[in-house]
DNA sequence: TGTACATCAGTGAACGCGCGTTCACTGATGTAC
DNA sequence: TGTACATCAGTGAACGCGCGTTCACTGATGTAC
């Protein structure tokens, strides 16, 4: 905690915080500037001083987001080494990891509506984290029989996408949906056995 | 078009209707009671006549959801017999096209915030469709040797996950993530390379 | 077939509310001399 | 070290808006006799 009194010390990212908070608590739907304003403890017209309006702060949250996505994934692809199957699982885990750890983040990213076109440094943090995957996917693919290997593009897409459904469906205190799984279990018994349909893994691992 | 003038006929559907062309287009946020009623060219008061407020409002588009839902389900689970493989096969099919036709009403499901256990119907509905994936599963996971057999609710909830992440990231007009692929193609492929994994699709298919 | 009347399904005006946004302002901070 | 002044980061009042909801009402429909 900073400065106190009239000058905030650190409006701008105490804005993003109680956005964060506020998205993580209520979903994109329940997060307003004015409410944003009122738990950092300010005027609804001080948000004016940082940021465009109610869009901008949103991007704002998203961009930090993807920006912390992105270093989670390259770490987690970075220690998986050595091997290109170990490193590939790692950045399943680190997904997961990411959504629960930062749910407000995954919210603003993946469900608030916000386009990733939105500004260049959006798009530039964005492209790095998706990135990640789609490497790791490339790489591990090459593991695969050319003549029987997916696109890795679509490779990556399968992985994503139930990373994805997992985290809506299952990593959510959210609409009765409770598995009688652990997300984390699910996530990785779920990809074990897709790249052991890939012939990634032996059959009787 | 039935009735014209003072009395609207069949109001209470065309309310349904115009929530999910609303919702549709704009998501769940994008929605308004008031907006709804102007759509169906009546006083947001009139909708009091029908039901007790916004959210009951979306809980019905939500119920009518589940029960065509189901329907399809149940219909595509039927005509994929006579093998269990084919049969699951189709399910997973279903889903897809369920997403892809009825756009609203999907999002009322699954992104609206509504809980299922809203009312017994709601529940009701919601549970026989579910339940006919999750039959399929048992039924088709008989066809794995006992002890290697995960258990068939992580199965199921395997392919809800990477359907559902199919639809959200893949099937909408959303943000950016276009992928190269069209989406009924990446969930058959995906949910094939799956089922390999499985020992239920040979390896050489 | 006609009339009286109950019921139903809508109207339209009104309410209080919180929102996003603007504006002229003022208190606090930093800097030049 | 002290003073004058520019800059910055907030305030607080005001705005217009659309929302959800309520209420007494009225026009249309259906039914009993």
Redesign the pocket.
């Known amino acids: 905690m900073p ?1 106190r ?8 990212q ?1 804005l993003v915080d109680a956005s964060l908070n506020l998205i993580e608590a209520k979903g994109p739907t329940g ?8 738990e950092a ?10 940021f ?4 901008d702060l949103i991007a704002e949250a998203a961009f930090q987001g993807y920006e912390i996505f992105g270093d989670l994934m390259e770490h987690a692809y970075g220690t998986g080494q050595p091997s290109d199957l170990a490193a590939f699982e790692a950045t399943g885990r680190a997904y997961l990891a990411f959504a629960r750890k930062y749910p407000g983040h995954y919210v603003a990213m993946f469900e608030s509506g916000i386009s990733i076109q939105r500004t260049p440094e959006l798009n530039a943090a964005a492209s790095r984290a998706m990135g990640v995957l789609e490497q790791a996917a490339v790489k591990l693919s090459q593991h695969i029989p050319a003549d029987k290997r997916p696109p890795p593009q679509m490779f990556s897409a399968h992985i994503w996408a139930m990373s994805h459904g997992v985290v809506e469906l299952f990593a959510r205190g959210s609409p009765g949906t409770k598995s009688p799984f652990p997300p984390e279990d699910l996530l990785e018994s779920g990809i074990g056995i897709y790249l052991r349909g890939l012939g990634l893994i032996a059959p009787d691992h």
């Open positions: 400065k009194g009239y000058h905030h010390g650190n409006l701008r105490a997060f307003t500037l004015s409410e944003a304003a009122r403890g300010v005027t609804p017209a001080a948000v004016y001083r940082h465009e309006g109610r869009e």
